[in-house]
């Protein structure tokens, strides 16, 4: 059975720290890009972060420097670590897989994503 689950969203001050996990279940995630997205309130979709298959790494310019996204292929795992979060981060942040082995230079569009999880609330408020 194939799942994508986000999880470690919650609270945050200004300034604080969240790690998002995804964890995926039913594919062999070496063979997949990972990608993080969010979507905050009456705005649109975002890509975020992505990992290639040879751990090359993408990241928006809203988040570059704060944010590391990394992969445990042995445990079927992805991580989003997010440092000095700010109120504009506050969204639905999402996982997805795509089974891409090329670069991942510029991003990935999300089109292109062939599984998506459900979603983490992420809040940053004082």
């Known amino acids: 059975h194939l799942y994508v689950v986000e999880s470690g969203g919650g609270l945050v001050q200004p300034g604080g720290s969240l790690r998002l996990s995804c964890t995926v279940s039913?594919?062999?995630?070496?063979?997949?890009?990972i990608g993080w997205f969010r979507q905050a309130p009456w705005k649109e979709r975002e890509g975020v972060s992505c990992?290639?298959?040879?751990?090359?790494?993408w990241y928006s310019d809203s988040v570059m420097g704060r944010f590391t996204i990394s992969r445990d292929n042995a445990a079927n795992r992805a991580f989003l670590q997010m440092n000095s979060l700010k109120p504009e981060d506050t969204a639905v942040y999402y996982c997805?897989?795509?089974?891409?082995?090329?670069?991942?230079?510029?991003?990935?569009?999300?089109?292109?994503?062939?599984?998506w999880g459900q979603g983490t609330q992420v809040t940053v408020s004082s």
């Open positions: 039913g594919l062999i995630l070496d063979y997949y890009t």
């Open positions: 997805a897989v795509d089974r891409w082995f090329g670069t991942v230079e510029g991003g990935h569009p999300a089109e292109r994503y062939d599984f």
């Open positions: 990992i290639s298959t040879r751990n090359e790494t």
